[in-house]
């Protein structure tokens, strides 16, 4: 059993900046896919970014991002403490959700599709106030 944790939420200001962490359990960390997904009110969780995990001991990760975010968030990760980090910045109201995080410890094929994983955190919440 994973546990996933993330951390990080917040009020912000709009064009503002904001660093979301998520810990995941389990000592094969560096292996597992991690995405962050949002959900905001009255609307679907979509997927927000991912990163894949060590393949065959290389350290040579995919970034996968929605065109909505895409140049103002950045995915990175820290196998030495089991930690995904989502750095987001020049934010916008639009960005105001609950944010997940989750894992995948088996192989992903669509890293974009929440089936993909299979532990998820509680979620926090980011709010972008105008």
């Known amino acids: 059993q994973v546990q996933v944790v993330e951390s990080g939420g917040g009020l912000v200001q709009a064009g503002g900046s904001l660093r979301l962490s998520c810990v995941a359990s389990?000592?094969?960390?560096?292996?597992?896919?991690m995405g962050w997904f949002r959900q905001a009110p009255g609307k679907e969780r979509d997927f927000v970014a991912s990163?894949?995990?060590?393949?065959?001991?290389?350290?040579?990760?995919?970034?996968y991002y929605s065109d909505s975010v895409k140049g103002r968030f950045t995915i990175s990760r820290d196998n030495a403490k089991n930690t995904v980090y989502l750095q987001m910045i020049t934010m916008k109201p639009e960005d105001t959700a609950v944010y997940y995080c989750?894992?995948?410890?088996?192989?992903?094929?669509?890293?974009?599709?929440?089936?993909?994983?299979?532990?998820w955190g509680q979620g926090t919440q980011v709010t972008v106030s105008s």
């Open positions: 389990g000592r094969t960390f560096s292996t597992y896919a």
């Open positions: 989750a894992a995948a410890t088996t192989p992903v094929t669509i890293a974009t599709l929440m089936t993909a994983y299979n532990y």
């Open positions: 990163i894949s995990g060590t393949e065959s001991g290389r350290r040579i990760y995919s970034e």
